[in-house]
C-alpha cells in the first residue's frame, strides 16, 4: 500500500470518528428536540436512508461519469456545510424537529452518492490485487474510530452540549478534503455507458454472483443487522441489564468487527461461496444469540456477528467491484448500497414489530432464520451447478476419447 492510501486512510479515521460523534449527537438531539422521542427517532433515521433506496440507480449513473475523487471533495463539503448548518441554527435558535429532518434529508442525498464514490475510489487507489487487502485495513483503521467517537461525543456533550459535537464533526471532514485535493485523478475511469432504459429490469443484466450479494446483502444490512432496535430491548426486557450493559453490546459488536476486517486484510480475493458462507454464520449466530440465557454468553455472540457481518461485507463488496464489467460497476455498487442500508427502516419496524408481537427473541430469530435459509440454498444451488459443470466436462472428454480411439 502507498503513501496515497495511508494519507487518504488517516483522513479517513478522523472524519469517521467525527462522524460517529455528529450521529451520537444527532440521535440524541432526536430525543430533546420539541416532539422528540421515538417516532422522532425512527423519523431521523428514515429521511437519512431512504435516499438510498430511492436514488441510489442515478447515484450510480452520477458516479460512473465523473472522476470518484473529485465527486468526494465535493460530497466530503457539503456534509460539512449540512452539520454545520445544524450547529448554527442551534447556537442562533432553537432547533425543531420541523428544521431537522429537511437537513438529514439532504445529509442521507449526499451520502448516497459518496458511499459509492468512497468504493470506487479505493479501487483506483490500491488496483484491483490489492482491493480486499485495501479494503479491509480501511474498515479496520475506521473500525476503531468508530469505537471512539460515541464515547468522545457522550464525553462533549455532558460538557459542552451536542452544538459541539457538530462543529466537531464538521471540521473533521475537511482533513479528507485535504488529503483529495492533494492527490491525483486515475486515467480512464469514467463512463459514459449507463443501462437500459428498464426502471429493474437492468439489474437483471448484472451477473448472477452480482445479483445473489444484492439479495443477501438486503436480507443481512436490512433486516439482519437491527442491533439499534434489539439490543436495548435485550438489555432491559430479557438479560435485565442497565445502561453499562448496554453500553458493552455495542463494544463487543465493534471489536468484533475490527478482529473480521484484520483478518479479511489476510485473505484471498473472495469468491461467491465465501461471503455466502459469512452471510450463513451470521444468519446462524443471530439465531444462537437470540436464545444465550446470560449477558456474558449474548456478548460473546454479538463479537461473533460483529466479525462475520463485517467479512461478508467486505467479501461481497470486493467481490460485486471485481466481478461487475467496468461500465456496470458503479450502478452495482449502488444496488448494492441500496440493498444493504436502504432497506434499513423496513428492517426496523419489522424487528419492533416482531418483538411487540413474538417477543424479543423472535426480533433476532426470524430474520436470522431467513438469512440462515437463503444463504444455504444457495450454497446448495451453487455446489448442484458446480456438480453439474463436472458431470458435463467429464463426458465431454470420454466422448472425445472415444471418437479418437
Given at each position: 500500500?502507498?503513501?496515497?492510501?495511508?494519507?487518504?486512510?488517516?483522513?479517513?479515521?478522523?472524519?469517521?470518528?467525527g462522524?460517529?460523534?455528529?450521529?451520537?449527537?444527532?440521535?440524541?438531539?432526536?430525543?430533546?428536540?420539541?416532539?422528540g422521542?421515538?417516532?422522532?427517532?425512527?423519523?431521523?433515521?428514515?429521511?437519512?436512508?431512504?435516499?438510498?433506496?430511492?436514488?441510489?440507480?442515478?447515484?450510480?449513473?452520477?458516479v460512473?461519469?465523473?472522476?470518484?475523487?473529485?465527486?468526494?471533495?465535493?460530497?466530503?463539503?457539503?456534509?460539512?456545510?449540512?452539520?454545520?448548518?445544524?450547529?448554527?441554527?442551534?447556537?442562533?435558535?432553537?432547533?425543531?424537529?420541523?428544521?431537522?429532518?429537511?437537513?438529514?434529508?439532504?445529509?442521507?442525498?449526499?451520502?448516497?452518492?459518496?458511499?459509492?464514490?468512497?468504493?470506487?475510489?479505493?479501487?483506483?487507489?490500491?488496483?484491483?490485487?490489492?482491493?480486499?487487502?485495501?479494503?479491509?485495513r480501511?474498515?479496520?483503521?475506521?473500525?476503531?474510530?468508530?469505537?471512539?467517537?460515541?464515547?468522545?461525543?457522550?464525553?462533549?456533550?455532558?460538557?459542552?452540549?451536542?452544538?459541539?459535537?457538530?462543529?466537531?464533526?464538521?471540521?473533521?471532514?475537511?482533513t479528507?478534503?485535504?488529503?483529495?485535493?492533494?492527490?491525483?485523478?486515475?486515467?480512464?475511469?469514467?463512463?459514459?455507458?449507463?443501462?437500459?432504459?428498464?426502471?429493474?429490469?437492468?439489474?437483471?443484466?448484472?451477473?448472477?454472483?452480482?445479483?445473489?450479494?444484492?439479495?443477501?446483502?438486503?436480507?443481512?444490512?436490512?433486516?439482519?443487522?437491527?442491533?439499534?432496535?434489539?439490543?436495548?430491548?435485550?438489555?432491559?426486557?430479557?438479560?435485565?441489564?442497565?445502561?453499562?450493559?448496554?453500553?458493552?453490546?455495542?463494544?463487543?459488536?465493534?471489536?468484533?468487527?475490527?478482529?473480521?476486517?484484520v483478518?479479511?486484510?489476510?485473505?484471498?480475493?473472495?469468491?461467491r461461496?465465501?461471503?455466502?458462507?459469512?452471510s450463513?454464520?451470521?444468519?446462524?449466530?443471530?439465531?444462537?444469540?437470540?436464545?444465550?440465557?446470560?449477558?456474558?454468553?449474548?456478548?460473546?455472540l454479538?463479537?461473533?456477528?460483529g466479525?462475520?457481518?463485517?467479512?461478508?461485507?467486505?467479501?461481497a463488496?470486493?467481490?460485486?467491484?471485481?466481478?461487475?464489467?467496468?461500465?456496470?460497476?458503479?450502478?452495482?455498487?449502488?444496488?448494492?448500497?441500496?440493498a444493504?442500508?436502504?432497506?434499513?427502516?423496513?428492517?426496523?419496524?419489522?424487528?419492533?414489530?416482531?418483538?411487540?408481537?413474538?417477543?424479543?427473541?423472535?426480533?433476532?430469530?426470524?430474520?436470522?432464520?431467513?438469512?440462515?435459509?437463503?444463504?444455504?440454498?444457495?450454497?446448495?444451488?451453487?455446489?448442484?451447478?458446480?456438480?453439474g459443470?463436472?458431470?458435463?466436462?467429464?463426458?465431454?472428454?470420454?466422448?472425445?476419447?472415444?471418437?479418437?480411439?
Amino acid at each position: 500500500m502507498g503513501a496515497s492510501f495511508r494519507w487518504y486512510v488517516g483522513a479517513q479515521v478522523v472524519s469517521l470518528a467525527g462522524t460517529t460523534m455528529g450521529y451520537t449527537a444527532l440521535f440524541w438531539l432526536g430525543l430533546h428536540v420539541p416532539d422528540g422521542g421515538a417516532i422522532a427517532l425512527a423519523a431521523i433515521d428514515a429521511v437519512m436512508m431512504a435516499p438510498m433506496l430511492v436514488f441510489s440507480r442515478r447515484a450510480g449513473t452520477f458516479v460512473s461519469r465523473h472522476q470518484p475523487r473529485r465527486i468526494l471533495i465535493g460530497t466530503q463539503a457539503l456534509q460539512a456545510v449540512a452539520v454545520a448548518a445544524i450547529a448554527l441554527i442551534m447556537v442562533a435558535t432553537r432547533m425543531t424537529l420541523g428544521c431537522l429532518l429537511p437537513i438529514c434529508f439532504l445529509i442521507g442525498c449526499v451520502q448516497t452518492v459518496d458511499v459509492t464514490a468512497r468504493q470506487m475510489f479505493m479501487l483506483d487507489l490500491v488496483g484491483d490485487d490489492n482491493l480486499r487487502r485495501g479494503t479491509s485495513r480501511y474498515a479496520a483503521a475506521t473500525g476503531l474510530a468508530k469505537i471512539a467517537g460515541p464515547g468522545l461525543a457522550g464525553l462533549i456533550i455532558a460538557a459542552a452540549g451536542e452544538t459541539a459535537v457538530f462543529f466537531i464533526d464538521a471540521i473533521s471532514f475537511l482533513t479528507v478534503i485535504a488529503v483529495l485535493v492533494r492527490l491525483a485523478d486515475s486515467p480512464g475511469h469514467a463512463s459514459t455507458q449507463t443501462p437500459g432504459a428498464r426502471r429493474f429490469g437492468w439489474l437483471l443484466d448484472l451477473p448472477r454472483g452480482v445479483r445473489a450479494a444484492i439479495v443477501l446483502a438486503l436480507l443481512v444490512g436490512g433486516f439482519g443487522w437491527q442491533f439499534a432496535v434489539t439490543n436495548p430491548l435485550m438489555a432491559k426486557y430479557v438479560l435485565h441489564l442497565g445502561s453499562a450493559g448496554f453500553g458493552l453490546m455495542g463494544t463487543c459488536t465493534a471489536v468484533g468487527a475490527v478482529a473480521g476486517s484484520v483478518y479479511s486484510s489476510q485473505q484471498r480475493n473472495p469468491s461467491r461461496s465465501e461471503f455466502t458462507v459469512w452471510s450463513l454464520l451470521f444468519g446462524l449466530a443471530e439465531c444462537g444469540a437470540a436464545v444465550m440465557p446470560t449477558a456474558w454468553a449474548y456478548d460473546l455472540l454479538l463479537f461473533l456477528l460483529g466479525g462475520t457481518m463485517q467479512l461478508f461485507s467486505v467479501s461481497a463488496t470486493v467481490y460485486v467491484q471485481r466481478t461487475t464489467p467496468q461500465a456496470q460497476r458503479a450502478h452495482a455498487l449502488s444496488a448494492y448500497n441500496a440493498a444493504y442500508m436502504g432497506f434499513v427502516p423496513a428492517g426496523a419496524f419489522l424487528a419492533a414489530t416482531l418483538a411487540a408481537t413474538a417477543g424479543t427473541r423472535w426480533a433476532l430469530i426470524g430474520p436470522g432464520l431467513v438469512i440462515a435459509v437463503c444463504a444455504g440454498s444457495l450454497l446448495a444451488a451453487g455446489a448442484g451447478a458446480g456438480r453439474g459443470v463436472r458431470t458435463g466436462s467429464a463426458l465431454r472428454s470420454a466422448g472425445t476419447t472415444g471418437r479418437s480411439g
